[in-house]
Structure formats: structure tokens, C-alpha cells
């Protein structure tokens, strides 16, 4: 790989300010989802070296704590700023191992270094609260403080975003962390810690433990009691599984886990902005987003118009390697993805929905499936019920507000949610109808730095960037003064 900065991409893992092997020299090869080619070998950590990770990053917790939220925030604004210094060379390390277009993979490291810049603000703002107190002669006073070690466990499909907007709250606050990143994509994880070390963060500060194992590191990070928190963004699966190990040590947890995103057009939408909106919100990084559109909910008087229309925009989407000018759609991550893709299309055109474009895999052996978009579908099938992420769109046809409103809700998830219509009245109604974290209204669009990124139902729970995002790195501590 051709980088300006060379010493962006590593292999080693990085703790207490130190690039590492792994004990005994293992590693695991990390490839390029285009081609399947290796780009590198990796050291392959395990429980040993997690438990090293957490120690020192409680030592330093120590002296972490005792910094000003300005002198925090002096070395956090320095790593944002490095981030947008080298953001060629860390899309171009993004797009290699992760498979994205490389100018998502710029808006991505765009996104996840504006998460640095704003908790490099929100440092100097932990405030407390006073509170009259309760008696005459008692005083109450509410302070926030670190909670300690956190363990941030990261998914391949935001390698790079996904770590800075857990990171950045968490250092701003005072914390120190041990940082799993996915096995499928290590490198951009490097990356960010190589410039971390040239930010100036103490040693012991930011850890990261790469590992071919993660249920073992996953298993140390969830059971030592000197971790306090845990973060995770991924599979509600695996979430519940963490949530489980978390609960000996009674850590507090943020879980940022699926979502099964309805994106609903009403009859009054726009239906120029409604047909932009649902492409970027169903089929950025190659749909494989928890926020990204997976059931499309067309009422019945725009129904033809739009399905025509947004099938037209899908036939123009182009298919390619990442680093090709003009490519739009990436390969899927790995295989499993590809055939999951393959067994839920299968599922649908068995039960009767009906193909409008793409449908198969591009080419025999390649990871690329083709943008698909499916009509006639109904709430039986695998795309209405399960995360699809991949790049379908399965598209029902509804008439009433009840009825979509229900067909919506209907699924355990509850992370996004868009719609499309101008009437104010509905837009209020269906805006608080909808139980989701995050609703879209006339955008596909809905991720941002000053806004608190989180879900419910089985989505999870805590909330990422915003004023409210430290919160999930703070104990709230109130102070009873008497004898006044
Ligand atoms: C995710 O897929 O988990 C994150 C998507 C985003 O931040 O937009």
C-alpha cells in the first residue's frame, strides 16, 4: 500500500504507549475484501496481553484523572488534527482492508475525527449540579467523575469512526481504555494509535489489543473487575452475550447493537428528496450500516412513481473496487455476509416478492452482490424481520398511517427510523409514534457529533457524541454537606 506516512500502517498492537508483537510472535493475516489479497500480518493478542492492557491502563488512570479537562483536551484537539492531516492515508488503509468507496472512507474518517474535536471541547464541560438542599442546615452538591477503565470493542464496518466516537468521550472524561477492534479490520485501529503517540497521550492511556479470538479477549475485558465500563457496537447477538459476562462485575455497559430501520414515504413526500434520501440510507457502505434503511414502506398513491424511480437510481449505482473513481458500492465484508445476503433474497423471491433489479452475487467467488430491490413483499419474510446488511431494498406497499405506524414497530429492534411527507400534523404524530432512538424526517441522513446516537428496544442502550455522550464515561457522585 502506497502512504504518504508509512508508519501508519502496522501490524503490531499498541499498549502502554509501546507497539507490540503478540506473546510468542503470533499473528493472523488481515485481507482486502476486493481481492482477497493479504495486506499484512497482525499480533494476534490474547488474555495475557488484555489483562497487561487493562493494568496499565489503570495505572495510568491515575494521573489521566488529575489533568484539567483543558489539558485533555489540548492533546485530544491535537489528535483531531492529526486524523485530518493524514485523512488520504487513512481512507486509503480504510477502504484496502474494510472494502468502502474511498470517498466514504474519507467521509468516515471525516466523521470519526469530528468526534475527537468535539469531546476535545466537552472536556472542559463535566458539570456537576447543586441542588437546595433538604434541610436547613445541608447543602447538596452533585459531582462527575471518571469511571476508570473502559473496554471499547469495535465493529469492520466503521473501523475507524466507531473508535474515536467511544474513545473521545471516554478520554475526555478522564478515562483510560483497552480497545478491541474487529479481526476483519485492525489496520485503521493501528492507524489511529500511531497518531495518538504523536498526539502525546501518556503512556497507558489507549490500549489496543488486536486478537483473531475475541470471544477469549472479549471474555478478560467482560470479567476483570478493573474494567469499569464496557462499550460495544455490533450484533445484538453478541451484545446480549457481553451485556451477560458484564453483569458478575456489574459494569455499566453502552450497547449500540442492530436496528431494522423502516423507511417510510408518505403520499405528500417530495419524491426527488424521498428517492435520494432512501439510496444514501439503504445503500451507504454497500448497506451494511445498523442505521441504513431495511424495510421501505411506500403509501399506496406514490407507490408506482417511487418504486420506479428509486429502481432507476439503484441500476446507476456502480459496483467496484473502492479505489476506482466513480465505484459506489464496495464488496461485502466477507463471504458469510455475501451468502446471508444470497439466503435472505432467496427467502423472499420464494415467498413471493418480486425482483425489480440486481438479485444475484456480481461474479462467481467475487464478495460483491449486486443493489437489489424487491416489491411485493411481506411481513413473513426474512428482509422484513432480520437485519438485512446488504444492499436490498425490499419495498411494501401501505395506506394508512395506523397500518405503517404498526408494521414499523413491529420488530425487536429500535435503533433508526425515516420518513418521508410534509403535513406538519403527521410528521409530529408519526415522529412520536415511531419507537425508535433516532428518527430521520426528510433525511436518510442522520449521524452526527452534536447529536445523541443510540437506540432502544433491542438495539441497546447509551448514547454516542452529543452534550449527553460523556454522560456514559461519568459517575455521578452527590455530596451531602451538613452542620451548616
Ligand atoms: C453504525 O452502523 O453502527 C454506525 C453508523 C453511523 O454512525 O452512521
Redesign the pocket.
Known amino acids: 500500500m502506497n502512504l504518504k506516512n508509512q508508519r501508519l500502517l502496522t501490524g503490531q498492537s499498541f499498549i502502554n504507549g509501546q507497539f507490540i508483537n503478540a506473546n510468542k510472535q503470533k499473528t493472523f493475516s488481515v485481507t482486502n475484501p476486493y481481492d482477497g489479497k493479504h495486506i499484512i500480518d497482525v499480533a494476534d493478542c490474547s488474555a495475557s496481553e488484555t489483562q497487561s492492557a487493562i493494568t496499565k491502563a489503570n495505572e495510568a488512570f491515575v494521573s489521566w484523572r488529575q489533568l484539567t479537562g483543558t489539558e485533555r483536551s489540548t492533546i485530544l484537539r491535537r489528535w483531531f488534527e492529526l486524523q485530518m492531516e493524514n485523512i488520504d492515508d487513512l481512507a486509503m488503509i480504510l477502504t484496502v482492508e474494510q472494502g468502502k468507496p474511498l470517498a466514504e472512507a474519507k467521509g468516515e474518517i471525516r ?1 470519526g475525527a469530528s468526534f475527537v474535536e468535539w469531546f476535545a471541547e466537552e472536556a472542559k464541560r463535566a458539570y456537576g449540579d447543586t441542588i437546595p438542599g433538604h434541610q436547613r442546615d445541608k447543602r447538596i452538591v452533585v459531582i462527575k467523575q471518571p469511571i476508570g477503565v473502559v473496554a471499547a470493542i469495535t ?1 469492520w ?2 473501523p475507524s ?2 473508535i474515536t ?1 467511544k474513545v473521545a468521550p471516554a478520554l475526555a472524561a478522564g478515562c483510560t481504555v483497552v480497545i478491541k477492534p474487529s479481526e476483519l479490520t485492525p489496520l485503521s485501529a493501528n492507524a489511529l494509535a500511531v497518531l495518538a503517540q504523536d498526539a502525546g497521550f501518556p503512556s497507558g492511556v489507549l490500549n489496543i489489543v488486536n486478537t483473531s479470538t475475541p470471544e477469549k479477549v472479549g471474555k478478560e475485558l467482560t470479567a476483570n473487575p478493573t474494567v469499569r465500563k464496557l462499550s460495544f ?1 455490533g450484533s445484538t447477538e453478541v451484545g446480549k452475550i457481553l451485556l451477560r459476562q458484564c453483569s458478575d462485575t456489574v459494569k455499566k455497559v453502552s450497547l ?1 447493537l442492530g ?1 431494522n430501520a423502516p423507511f417510510i414515504v408518505f403520499d405528500d413526500a417530495d419524491i426527488n428528496e424521498a428517492v435520494e434520501g432512501a439510496i444514501a440510507a439503504k445503500y ?2 454497500a448497506g ?5 434503511a431495511n424495510r421501505m414502506f411506500v403509501q399506496d398513491g406514490i407507490y408506482e412513481e417511487f418504486t420506479q424511480r428509486f429502481t432507476k437510481a439503484v441500476q446507476q449505482l456502480i459496483i467496484g473496487s473502492g479505489l476506482e473513481k466513480g465505484v459506489v458500492i464496495g464488496p461485502l465484508i466477507e463471504e458469510k455476509a455475501v451468502q446471508s445476503i444470497e439466503f435472505v433474497v432467496a427467502d423472499a423471491i420464494d415467498k413471493g416478492a418480486n425482483l425489480l433489479t440486481g438479485g444475484n452475487r456480481k461474479d462467481k467467488d467475487s464478495l460483491f452482490f449486486q443493489p437489489t430491490v424487491l416489491t411485493d413483499v411481506t411481513p413473513d419474510m426474512k428482509v422484513f424481520i432480520q437485519e438485512i446488511f446488504g444492499p436490498v431494498a425490499p419495498i411494501f406497499k401501505f395506506e394508512t398511517d395506523e397500518v405503517v405506524i404498526a408494521l414499523a414497530n413491529d420488530t425487536p429492534y429500535g435503533l433508526a427510523a425515516y420518513f418521508y411527507g410534509r403535513d406538519y400534523a403527521r410528521i409530529w404524530r408519526v415522529a412520536e409514534a415511531l419507537e425508535y432512538g433516532m428518527v430521520g424526517i426528510n433525511t436518510g ?3 452526527t457529533p452534536v447529536a445523541p ?1 443510540g437506540g432502544i428496544k433491542e438495539s441497546g442502550f447509551g448514547r454516542e457524541g452529543s452534550k449527553y455522550g460523556m454522560d456514559d464515561y461519568l459517575d455521578m457522585k452527590y455530596l451531602c454537606w451538613g452542620g451548616i
Do not use: H
Open positions: 466523521y465493529p464496518n466503521f469512526a466507531m466516537r457496537t449500540e436496528g451507504r457502505n451494511q450500516t445498523c442505521v441504513c441522513m442522520l449521524s446516537f
